[in-house]
């Protein structure tokens, strides 16, 4: 099993920035790809950004130039800075990690106001 364990979320305005931790641990050697997606109200969840183990990177249209997702792999620990936020961005974002099954995290909200 896979435990992980998002931080970072919380409230901002407009054109501001936040970054979004996510610490894995427990039965992670062989860890391949990880990423973010997120879950408006609403709406259904969806890929935000991902990572390969060795850095090959894919991001959601709407999020290029704005977001950049970034791993530690000695410290097992996925990063995603989010700058020039939208109010479109609020979502709970949720953190994955993929060995030979695809494990999630609990999710942490991020609200962006106009």
Same mark, same amino acid.
């Given at each position: *099993?896979?435990? &992980?364990? !998002? ?5 901002? *305005?407009?054109?501001?920035?936040? #970054? &979004? ?10 860890? +391949?790809?990880m990423g973010w997606y997120r879950q408006?109200?609403? @709406?259904? #969840? !969806?890929?935000?950004? /991902?990572? =390969?183990?060795?850095?090959? =990177? ?5 999020? @290029?130039? #704005?977001? +950049?997702v970034d791993r530690d792999n000695a410290k097992n620990t996925l990063f995603? *800075?989010?700058?020039?936020? @939208?109010? !479109?961005? =609020? ?16 999710? +942490? *909200?991020? /609200?962006?106001?106009?």
């Amino acid at each position: *099993q896979v435990q &992980l364990v !998002e931080s970072g979320g919380g409230l901002v *305005q407009a054109g501001g920035s936040l #970054r &979004l931790s996510c610490a894995a641990s427990g039965s992670i050697f062989g860890l +391949t790809a990880m990423g973010w997606y997120r879950q408006a109200p609403g @709406k259904q #969840r !969806e890929l935000v950004a /991902t990572i =390969t183990r060795g850095g090959n =990177t894919n991001y959601a249209d709407s999020v @290029k130039g #704005r977001f +950049t997702v970034d791993r530690d792999n000695a410290k097992n620990t996925l990063f995603l *800075q989010m700058n020039n936020l @939208k109010p !479109e961005d =609020t979502a709970v974002y949720y953190c994955t990690a993929s060995t030979y099954r695809v494990y999630w995290g609990q999710g +942490t *909200q991020v /609200t962006v106001s106009s």
